[in-house]
């Protein structure tokens, strides 16, 4: 699995693989083709409250991880979870775009880590429960 990390105001290259943005509103300025963006997987996107939440409180990264990770349990996001995934296995590369200006800290940071301990689909725990043991563990770390 080869997951990275690139804001969505980067130039595209061949070397991104697949394309997809985990952020809730289309970045402004940035036309779909500019953008090259093959999935946009908003559900992935903290809730507004969290968001607007952490933009005032820069210094709760760790808080603002755990309620993020919850928040991924819930039914829309962790179907979205699970298709993003899918898209990271096998050898082909996944970089996840993002819009924040805060380049180590956001929700892209939280979903590459999330995914890099998931040994498997979300899907082989059941439905009701996709990955809600692989986001305990990772609020655990």
């Known amino acids: 699995m080869d997951v990275v990390l690139k804001r969505v105001y980067e130039a595209a290259s061949a070397s991104d693989g697949v394309r997809v943005l985990v952020d809730r509103l289309w970045p402004r300025g940035r036309t779909k083709e500019d953008a090259a963006i093959k999935f946009w ?3 992935l996107a903290p809730s507004d409250e969290l968001r607007k939440w952490f933009h005032a ?3 709760g990264w760790r808080t603002f991880q755990k309620r993020y990770l919850k ?3 819930d039914g829309a996001a962790s179907a ?3 298709k993003l995934h899918h898209l990271t296995e096998g050898k082909r590369r996944v970089t996840l775009l993002y819009a924040s200006r805060n380049k180590g800290y956001n929700n892209a940071t939280v979903l590459k880590e999330l995914l890099e301990g998931m040994p ?3 899907s082989s725990v059941g ?15």
Request: aromatic share 0%; glycine share 6%.
């Open 41 to 43: 997987l908003r559900d």
């Open 127 to 141: 439905s009701a429960a996709t990955g809600r043991a692989r986001i305990r563990k990772a609020q655990m770390r």
């Open 57 to 59: 409180n820069p210094g």
């Open 71 to 73: 928040e991924l349990r």
């Open 120 to 122: 498997k689909p979300p």
């Open 80 to 82: 979205a979870l699970e």
